[in-house]
Each structure stands twice: as structure tokens, then as C-alpha cells.
């Protein structure tokens, strides 16, 4: 069966464009929401289950503003996709980076060395309640980047809406980039390979 032509309708809870992309480019419609989470609220000291953890408050956060009942009734089921990612330097957890002057330092942190994403991805069938989910993890090497490179970066604003400031695809920074350990996709926040592998999972 055609992905496009899916006996069921999928909702992406994030307001991420890069997820929104990779979605699309899997060939899936689908609509959005958004979970207005506290996320520094939730802490773990292990990556991946942070992740997780904050994938699930986005989707409990969702599923509190949806009239779930409607779904039960549905001939077809809809699945809720969450997904949250933190980028790991040298064993610490990075988020968002609250600030330019953070986000720079960041950057000229991973110059020359190495940094990983840790990524989410849950779904929620809204039918049946089943829920699945896993982490996927990226290991990212780089070249020394140059200072009024990262000034750039920084300038445009866009490091602060990513996990470690750590935004590979963009034109600016990808030329420094040496070598990916795993997805692309899975740097940008949402594994192709394991949503599809989740979506399957929970039908």
C-alpha cells in the first residue's frame, strides 16, 4: 500500500519544519499540532530516555486537547506522531541553546571534534490507545569551522530553535561537516526508517 494512500490519518504533534519536511518527503499527509510543554520540567540523566519521556508529555499534552472519543468511533485509525531530540557533547545533554552567546559557544565546541543527536519518535494510535516508541542516535564529526562562519550562524537566529545549536543541513555549516554516523534525517528530528517501522507497529 501507497504511503499517500494510507487506510489511516496521521497528526505530527511538533512544530518543527524540518519534521514537517521529512514527513512530507515520506510521501504522508497529514495535520499539525503543537504541545505546549514545560520542557525543562522533565529531567533524566540518560539521553534517550529523556527523549522519550518528553515525546510522551508532548503527546498526553495533545491527547488532553483532542476529543479522543470521536476517534474511537472512527472507521479509521489516527496516529499521533511526538518526537524530541537533544544533542550529546562529551557525555553532557545540550537543548535548545537559551541564548546567542550559548549557541556560539556551542558551535565553536563541536569545531574539529565530534557531537551526537539523540532523537525520539513516539505514535500514539488514537483508536486502540496502542503506543510505540524508540530512540535513534547520530554521531557527528566535524572539521574545524571557521569563526565568522559560527558569527553567521549565530547572527541569523536559527541555532536557537535547535537542539545544541546544531543545525548540520544548513548551506553554512554543512561544508564542515566530516562525517555523519547514521541518518541526515535523524540529525533533522524525525528517522525516517523507525517512524515508518512505529507507524506499522501500533496499526
Same mark, same amino acid.
Request: hydrophobic residues 50%; negative net charge.
Given at each position: 500500500m501507497e504511503p499517500g494512500t494510507s487506510s489511516y490519518k496521521i497528526i505530527l504533534g511538533s512544530s518543527s519544519i524540518a519534521r514537517r519536511k521529512i514527513l512530507s518527503q515520506m510521501g504522508y499527509q497529514f495535520t499539525l499540532m503543537t504541545a505546549d510543554i514545560d520542557e525543562k520540567s522533565i529531567r533524566k540523566e540518560i539521553p534517550e530516555e529523556l527523549v522519550m519521556a518528553l515525546a510522551e508529555a508532548k503527546a498526553e499534552a495533545i491527547l488532553q486537547r483532542l476529543p479522543v472519543g470521536d476517534y474511537l468511533k472512527d472507521a479509521e485509525p489516527t496516529l499521533l506522531i511526538t518526537s524530541d531530540q537533544v544533542v550529546v557533547y562529551e557525555g553532557v545533554i545540550r537543548e535548545k541553546p537559551s541564548n546567542k552567546q550559548e549557541a556560539r559557544q556551542f558551535l565553536k565546541d563541536y569545531s574539529g571534534r565530534k557531537a551526537a543527536t539523540v532523537g525520539s519518535v513516539l505514535v500514539t494510535n488514537l483508536k486502540t490507545g496502542l503506543r510505540k516508541g524508540d530512540s535513534d542516535r547520530v554521531e557527528i564529526h566535524f572539521n574545524e569551522i571557521p569563526d565568522e562562519i559560527i558569527e553567521k550562524l549565530v547572527d541569523e537566529g536559527i541555532t536557537l530553535n535547535v537542539?545544541?545549536?546544531? @543545525? @548540520?543541513?544548513?548551506? $553554512? *555549516?554543512?561544508?564542515?561537516?566530516?562525517?555523519?554516523?547514521?541518518? *541526515?534525517?535523524?540529525?533533522?528530528? !524525525?528517522?525516517?526508517? $523507525?517512524?515508518?517501522? $512505529? !507507524?506499522?507497529?501500533? !496499526?
Open positions: 537542539a545544541g545549536g546544531l @543545525i @548540520i543541513e544548513h548551506p $553554512l *555549516i554543512f561544508p564542515y561537516v566530516k562525517d555523519v554516523v547514521g541518518t *541526515i534525517d535523524s540529525v533533522m528530528g !524525525l528517522p525516517k526508517d $523507525l517512524t515508518e517501522k $512505529l !507507524l506499522k507497529a501500533v !496499526l
